[in-house]
């Protein structure tokens, strides 16, 4: 019976885990390289270019990056008020 409970609990670790890495993986980018929606409207054209590739790439829309890029542009567009 511990020997079941002991192999199952290893397994579900192992599980996770490599479920963790796979979804790091996935979303190519770290919140270390995520830049602020303020670096972005101090940077416009940076902003322009990540939308850009966020935009092409439907699988990054949800990152940081392409959160923040597209903000910045918001607000830019919108004259900042």
Not at 55 to 76: G, M, R, W
Request: charged share 15%; proline share 2%.
């Amino acid at each position: 019976m511990k020997k079941s409970v002991v192999t199952s609990m290893s397994i579900l670790a192992l599980a996770l885990a490599g479920l963790a890495m796979f979804n790091s993986s996935i979303a190519g980018e770290t919140n270390e390289d995520a830049k602020s929606v303020a670096w972005f409207v101090a940077n416009i054209q940076e902003a322009r270019q990540q939308n850009r590739v966020c935009y092409n790439t439907p699988d990054l829309q949800s990152t940081p990056n392409c959160v923040n890029a597209l903000h910045a542009l918001e607000i830019s567009f919108k004259g900042g008020n």
